[in-house]
């Protein structure tokens, strides 16, 4: 006699034709999926995916932004899924200025839901291999409970973000990144002026890099790509060092995420604090704090959003003395592990 829970969780009459089909279609295909752990280069808050059997237990941890609840359960996720299903692609060539590409657009179609990609952290990711072709998924889409299948849909890994992904500890450095002055606003995080306003406890991320659904009080520091241009006719060149340095400018966008007036104004002092105190640039303009729109029609209501913009100048070899001082403090460690 079927059991109550098998009946309920018996596929329809549909679902287990669709089934059938999907099994012959594939060849009974079994997709392997590794864990990777997203670690954030301190320097200037690059985001990487490193292999996480290459990482100690402690070093994951230490690499994760979540919850001590989140971190126990993310220290026993399995490194590697195996799950059967059927993979379809399509590709697209795509011509641009600097660079030509395939896109590569995956649909995995799976039988029963795969919950080890619901239940994993933000800072964890489940990344297959398949002829070639490395992929996750963004969304699960096409559901209909009738059909019974489950479409998991992403875009495999473009050709020019295979250096963000970390197969070996060869693979990883802790060189400097980016040319411009955002290692300054990063070494914000920890710095404390002995004066009233302190520091009000926000933290500074690199704009498009900060953690998934972080809930405020937070910062994103945008450095406007048109912004960054040269105040000197051309770089000086240490002749002992060989060190390349050369006076630069910023247009620096700064939202504020969560803040009211009195904290908004106390991380405008905080900066101003700070150039004054470590020189690392100087403030050219006249900032501002402004209040900005963000709306969700659920709610009916604004977020406490406001932003705030600088014009700073610096010297390429002072970022640079601040991205070694954080690096010095914030060096993850690795451990080779054996790949299983």
Known sequence: MTGLEEALSAKTELGSALADGVKALSLNQKITFTLYARVILPIDGYAFWVRADLLSDAALIEAMTVSTQTLAAASSKPKTLKVAGSLHYATDIR???????????????????????NEIAPNLMYLAEFRGLRFSFSSRGSFYQQADLYHYLGYAVYADMASQIIDSVSDWNTTQIVSNSLPAWLALNSYDPVYGFGNPG??????????????????????DPAGTRALASAPTIDPATSTHTQLCMDRVRITLWGTRNLSSANV????????????????????VLRDEKRTQAELLTIAQKKTVEFEVSYLQHAMRAIAQKQIETVTPSFVIGDGA
């Open 95 to 117: 011509q641009e200025e600097s660079e030509n590409y395939a896109a590569n657009r995956v649909v995995f179609t799976s039988l029963s839901p795969v919950d080890q990609f």
């Open 202 to 223: 926000i933290t500074f991320y690199p704009s498009f890099l900060t953690d998934l659904n972080l809930v405020p009080p937070f910062a994103a520091v945008h450095i």
């Open 268 to 287: 405008l002092d905080m900066i101003y604090q700070y150039s004054s105190d470590v020189s690392a640039f100087g403030i050219m303009n006249i900032p």
